[in-house]
């Protein structure tokens, strides 16, 4: 009977060990100003393919009353965090615009949202996040890539208050 129940507990660990990762990283994001968490602010994860938050396959999560919240990722991809409140910005210090190509005319400015710098022909094209027209603090992300597979990456985003 012991050699039995040796036997079954040598094969449930077993299948433990060898059991397969669920294929997924995590990143936990900790929204703070300073070293003060921010609850309730939502955070969007984007992709290069996703850049707008309210596209149907964009992620977005409320932080819990710590500042906390965590989203399930593809291992080693690029994402970017972006927030989703009017009185904070990512902190300019550690935040940049999304980079989506080039100015390739004067038609192309024209037609694009305003940036700071005006745009030119073959400069830099920034993503307007939120869409409101114009490439400004509000539009600023948290370029991360994600652990491997079965692994978490803790990551700060540093937020200031930003008044309209």
Same mark, same amino acid.
């Given at each position: ?13 077993? %299948?433990?060990?060898?059991?397969? @990762? ?21 955070? #969007?994860?984007?992709?290069? @393919? /996703? ?7 964009? $992620? ?6 710590? *500042?906390?919240? +965590?989203?399930?990722?593809?291992? *080693?991809?690029?994402?970017?965090? #972006?927030?989703? #409140? ?26 694009? !949202?305003? +940036? ?6 073959? *400069? ?16 600023? $992300? ?14 700060? %985003? !540093?937020? $200031? $208050?930003? /008044? !309209?």
């Amino acid at each position: 009977m012991r050699i039995k129940l040796l036997t079954i507990l040598s094969v449930a660990l077993l %299948f433990t060990a060898c059991k397969k @990762e669920d294929g997924k990283a995590h990143i936990i994001v900790n929204v703070k100003s300073g070293s003060a968490p921010i609850p309730n602010v939502y955070v #969007s994860l984007l992709t290069d @393919e /996703h850049r707008i938050y309210w596209s149907a396959d964009s $992620v977005s999560a409320k932080a819990d009353n710590n *500042g906390r919240l +965590q989203f399930d990722v593809v291992p *080693g991809k690029t994402y970017y965090l #972006s927030h989703q #409140s009017y009185k904070w910005t990512l902190d300019p210090a550690n935040g940049s615009y999304m980079l989506i190509g080039k100015f390739d005319s004067q038609h192309d400015i024209d037609y694009s !949202p305003a +940036q700071t710098p005006p745009g030119t022909v073959g *400069g830099n094209k920034y993503q307007d996040i939120n869409v409101d027209g114009a490439v400004n603090p509000w539009d600023l $992300v948290l370029k991360i890539s994600a652990p491997a597979a079965g692994k978490t990456l803790n990551v700060d %985003f !540093p937020m $200031v $208050v930003k /008044h !309209p």
